[in-house]
């Protein structure tokens, strides 16, 4: 059976290619009720559209490009899914036939799937594409809640006497760690926190506090590894450089010397670890493919014979300078960043850089319905947290909220978070202490109850991106739990609290994707038992504050690879589900027992 476009219809691609084997006919045994027969769940009024929709995702119209979580979602396992859907596209194909349905009146999935999530998706990969590292991120972060008029605090500084109701602020930590939040304009001292977290960082080949090396006539860079990368992802790659640069100066005013911090992105594959060629490897060498972190990773950047002539440069710019630092850095590497800043060799006093992948992300597959990027994990979360706030501080509904809305971008989360800057750190704790204590009626005074009282009236999502599941290795996944591409935001549980989520914060975030003005598709993961389990930010920040936590992702293939791929939908899926928890969050906890 057939379902195509009536013939006044420009287009020639069907609205719905089904093979007559899928259908049973009213002559054959089948489980399925018959039209005459009264469904076991009937379907909604008006969604002949819809089921339109689910036939071209369960049967591969060539025109696929809708996500499972759209369609068929009163039902739940995909047997009865399938077996429902087949008797109300029977139903919509005997409309077609008497012609009380138009098929011109069927819209395109493809246009609307481009309509619906492309433009969200394409700022997301210019700003993945800008933020090549954490310290990159939070500059990019700050330019932009600058342009949205954000006022930036000096983390220094008291807050008292700055902050308003009604406000927007930010500030950094480190330069990779982010802090932006707003007031609502009736909120009053001891009311609660909204909080989306976040990391800013990514694995990645970290340049060694002593770059300069040299093997077989090549110029080498001596890296790191940070976190816990797919290191063989890394081979034959275009790499770039980005981080922060420490800059010698004299301040123009006080005439006296200071050091400046730049964070600098070198968009030039200078760099790139090369595989070894078939011809010299052993039949086990090919099997294996073993990476030695130390031995196989170290990048080639030059031949020693070409920029032996930069050696005399940098002794010159140098002088008689004797800093051990710098005599044990890449020349090369040297001129290469103080040409990018506009300095001398000389005025450069240290550096935390490291590599990156120069290709742009992209959007891919047949439909474009994917997102091709490094780092993906977990800065397209950074991107949907820092979108969500810069529009709910433009909105009419921050003259109603009470609460603080805020984002937590926290770096190191990929080595355990225990760091100055990490989760593991009192920054969050010290936000929610400073920002009560500014806003409140002696913004010099903190009163301990007045703390207690906006913990637990506080919630955070702690997002982090999720685990599809991979076709070619499904098994991998618990068979209830397998969360798909473009299907949905994920909430993660874990039992022996590798995840922050309950019951009750689990309940949370699925009422709240039901009570969004745009209703979000949700998908639950849970571990296989006899498999290890990650962690996140969600069970520090909890322990760390007190503070009610579930755990949440947007489902991607190859994480921690040099590449990453998620569906484009689930970006809006988020984006979607943050505005929700902004805008109904405290409606919702004021209904909720306890």
């Avoid at 010299?280 to 030059?302: Q, T």
């Avoid at 001398?344 to 597959?365: M, N, R, V």
């Avoid at 989520?501 to 009422?511: D, H, L, P, S, W």
Wanted: hydrophobic share 35%; aromatic share 8%.
């Amino acid at each position: 059976i057939t379902i195509t476009q009536s013939s006044s219809s420009q287009s020639n691609a069907p609205y719905i290619v089904m093979s007559s084997s899928n259908l049973p006919t009213k002559t054959e045994s089948s489980p399925m009720k018959t039209e005459e027969q009264p469904s076991a769940k009937k379907p909604r009024k008006d969604d002949d559209e819809r089921v339109a929709h689910a036939a071209r995702f369960l049967y591969k119209s060539p025109i696929l490009s809708v996500p499972q979580a759209m369609i068929c979602n009163d039902f739940t396992d995909a047997e009865s899914k399938d077996r429902a859907l087949q008797q109300r596209v029977r139903r919509l194909h005997s409309k077609l036939d008497k012609g009380i349905v138009n098929a011109d009146t069927l819209v395109d999935v493809g246009k609307e799937y481009e309509d619906s999530y492309t433009p969200f998706a394409n700022k997301a990969r210019d700003f993945l594409t800008r933020s090549t590292d954490q310290f990159v991120c939070v500059k990019v972060c700050g330019e932009k809640l600058d342009e949205a008029g954000f006022v930036r605090l000096s983390k220094r500084e008291a807050f008292g006497g700055k902050l308003v109701p009604g406000g927007s602020y930010y500030y950094t930590i480190n330069h990779s760690t982010l802090v932006a939040f707003t007031v609502g304009a009736k909120f009053k001292s001891g009311n609660g926190f909204k909080i989306i977290g976040g990391h800013t960082d990514s694995p990645r080949l970290m340049v060694k506090p002593l770059s300069k090396r040299t093997a077989s006539g090549c110029v080498q860079l001596g890296v790191e590894c940070y976190g816990g990368g797919l290191w063989y992802t890394w081979f034959d790659r275009d790499l770039g450089i980005s981080g922060r640069v420490l800059v010698r100066t004299i301040d123009e005013v006080t005439q006296k010397e200071k050091i400046e911090q730049h964070i600098i992105s070198i968009h030039k594959p200078i760099a790139r670890v090369s595989s070894l060629c078939i011809h010299l490897e052993s039949a086990e060498e090919r099997k294996a493919f073993k990476v030695n972190r130390e031995d196989h990773l170290s990048p080639i950047i030059g031949t020693q014979k070409l920029l032996e002539s930069a050696v005399g440069l940098q002794l010159n710019q140098f002088g008689e300078d004797d800093d051990a630092w710098k005599q044990g850095q890449e020349p090369a590497l040297m001129s290469l960043i103080a040409s990018k800043l506009g300095i001398e060799t000389k005025q450069i006093c240290s550096f935390e850089l490291g590599l990156f992948d120069c290709q742009p992300a992209s959007l891919g597959g047949m439909k474009d319905e994917f997102l091709y990027s490094a780092r993906l994990d977990n800065l397209a979360t950074v991107h949907c947290a820092l979108e969500t706030i810069m529009d709910y501080s433009a909105s009419e509904d921050l003259a109603n909220d009470d609460m603080i809305s805020l984002i937590a971008c926290f770096d190191h989360e990929e080595i355990g978070s225990n760091s100055t800057q990490g989760a593991g750190s009192p920054v969050m704790s010290e936000a929610v202490e400073r920002i009560t204590a500014a806003l409140s009626e002696n913004s010099h005074s903190r009163d301990p109850e007045t703390h207690a009282s906006a913990i637990r009236k506080s919630f955070i999502f702690s997002v982090d991106q999720a685990h599809a599941v991979h076709p070619n290795y499904s098994g991998k996944h618990e068979k209830n739990h397998g969360p798909k591409m473009n299907a949905g935001v994920v909430i993660k549980t874990n039992q022996n609290q590798r995840y922050a989520t309950n019951g009750v914060t689990g309940f949370f975030a699925r009422e709240l994707a039901r009570r969004g003005d745009v209703k979000v598709p949700m998908q639950e993961f849970v571990v296989r038992s006899d498999c290890g389990c990650g962690s996140t930010i969600g069970p520090i920040l909890s322990a760390n504050t007190g503070i009610r936590t579930v755990d949440l992702g947007m489902p991607q293939l190859s994480m921690h690879s040099c590449r990453e791929v998620m569906g484009i939908a689930d970006l809006t899926h988020g984006l979607n589900l943050f505005k929700a928890f902004f805008k109904h969050f405290n409606e919702l906890d004021n209904c909720m027992e306890g």
